[in-house]
């Protein structure tokens, strides 16, 4: 059964950094392409960056050039790193995993809360 676990979230001042992780079980991760995605309250949920297992990289036009997508895949590890946090940052931020085969795995999500 795959399982997503997401931590590193918090409360952070405008321009501070987080590093968001988000460990994987019962997969074998580098068959997988990855993804951070976020929901902010009364908003739709929204791609934040991916990875594919080959590592090509994709960004929404929000974040590109202040956060940074990578993976572990021996430790079946992946990670979100954010700098220049704005308060437009605030939200859950959810890992994903999709198969070969498209299927789907979620995380719990993490809060990020981005404040004075």
């Known amino acids: 059964q795959v399982q997503l676990v997401e931590s590193g979230g918090g409360l952070v001042q405008p321009g501070g950094s987080l590093r968001l992780s988000c460990a994987a079980s019962?997969?074998?991760?580098?068959?997988?392409?990855i993804g951070w995605y976020r929901q902010a309250p009364g908003k739709q949920r929204e791609m934040v960056a991916t990875i594919s297992r080959g590592g090509a990289t994709k960004y929404s036009d929000a974040v590109k050039g202040r956060f940074t997508i990578s993976r572990d895949n021996a430790k079946k590890l992946m990670f979100l790193q954010m700098n220049s946090l704005e308060p437009e940052d605030t939200a859950v931020y959810y890992c994903?995993?999709?198969?070969?085969?498209?299927?789907?795995?979620w995380g719990q999500g993490t809060q990020v809360t981005v404040s004075l």
């Open positions: 019962g997969i074998t991760l580098y068959l997988y392409d």
């Open positions: 994903n995993a999709l198969s070969p085969l498209k299927v789907e795995s």
